[in-house]
């Protein structure tokens, strides 16, 4: 449910959808969380409020990172807890339940990168990465045969990236 022309209330329900994400979020994910898959906030009105909330200091860019992350400060922690009740019920309760059934998939986005590329010599290069707030935990690059080789290791990224740091964590700690 937009709520159209009440910039306070949106700036809110960007503060709250922080809040309930419990951790730094880039533009990108913020957007698609307000806009694409729930329409909390139009488009427009969530990229400006994003860096009018920068601008009034209610959050902060995390700097070092490919993509930037924001969080919310506590001025924005303190404002959102004074004026939350502003924020329909109805939007408090879907950010809610779309946080705890979309959240971690959210965050995955955020902290595994993937992408790849072809060689002069027809093989391809793949770049692995997870990022945590301020830098890369783990990066791997490596050559692999064919594109097909590079797509299905790319498409599998998201969801085998925890596997695999553990895995080596653990094999290289041990």
Not at 75 to 93: D, Q, V
């Amino acid at each position: 449910m937009q709520i159209k022309g009440e910039t306070s209330v949106n700036k809110l329900i960007l503060l709250f959808v922080f809040d309930k994400m419990e951790s730094p979020l880039s533009e990108r994910t913020l957007i698609d969380m307000c806009t694409s898959s729930n329409e909390w906030i139009n488009y427009m009105d969530c990229v400006l409020l994003i860096h009018k909330l920068v601008s009034d200091g209610f959050i902060c860019e995390i700097p070092g990172v490919d993509d930037p992350l924001y969080t919310i400060t506590p001025e924005g922690r303190e404002s959102l807890a004074n004026f939350y009740i502003n924020i329909p019920r109805s939007t408090r309760e879907d950010i809610s339940q779309f946080v705890k059934k979309n959240g971690s998939k959210y965050r995955m986005q955020q902290e595994c990168k993937a992408d790849y590329y072809q060689n002069k010599d027809g093989t391809y290069t793949v770049f692995l990465k997870i990022l945590a707030a301020v830098q890369p935990m783990l990066e791997l690059k490596f050559v692999v045969p064919d594109k097909k080789t590079a797509n299905t290791i790319y498409k599998k990224w998201n969801d085998k990236a925890s596997e695999l740091f553990s895995v080596v964590y653990e094999t290289l700690v041990d």
